[in-house]
């Protein structure tokens, strides 16, 4: 829901940043695959206590996130480099709840599930969408120039970092927020299927 105003705030300085790494060589793959190592750290640290350092791993992974695009639009474009953002983003968000569970299993452990099942059939109906789009040759900008067909939705990626920041800074509120959260990603899932029934109409597949 926030991400069209926050990608309008930010783009054009990581634009900018894209522009002078690509120039120096860097390829947004090796962004992508740095975004989740720092990802990956940050969910081992959560997972140790340690939530404020985690919180900032979080932030500069997030920004490397949107910083692959960027270089990618200033250098070259591929399907590769579109399928590798997508599924390290998912290895991201699965991350940070399991580490949640790890660090207190007796108090988050069914929440975490929770949400990472959330995650799951959010992800799942979000590509699904994506695929068929693709093939009846749908084409969106809403959130930028992406590989994939985006459909917007109530959770959307800045309000999941928005709360895994509210994770480490209040960890104690983990289960509460996550079966919160985990509703909201549950009710963007069925309104995207609903989106989907209106979009896609019920006639024989060509495939």
Known sequence: ????????????????????????????????????LVGLAAASLIALGYMIAALMLIIVSRICDGLDGSVARASRRTDFGGYLDITLDFVFYGAVPLAFVVHDPAANALAGAALIFSFYI?????????????KRGLRTE??????????????????????????????????PVAWVFAAICLYTALSRIVQARAEFPNEPSEA
């Not at 991400?3 to 962004?31: C, E, F």
């Not at 120039?145 to 920041?165: M, N, P, Q, R, W």
């Open 122 to 134: 959010n992800g799942a109906s979000f590509l699904a969408y994506a695929i068929v789009a693709e």
């Open 1 to 36: 829901m926030m991400d069209g105003t926050a990608r309008k705030i930010i783009q054009p300085g990581l634009d900018q940043v894209g522009i002078w790494l690509a120039a120096r060589g860097v390829k947004a793959d090796h962004v992508t695959v740095f975004a989740c």
């Open 142 to 175: 809403a959130r930028g120039v992406k590989s994939i067909y985006f459909t917007t939705g109530l959770a959307e990626a800045s309000e999941t970092y928005i709360v895994f920041g509210v994770f480490c800074l209040w960890p104690a509120w983990f289960a």
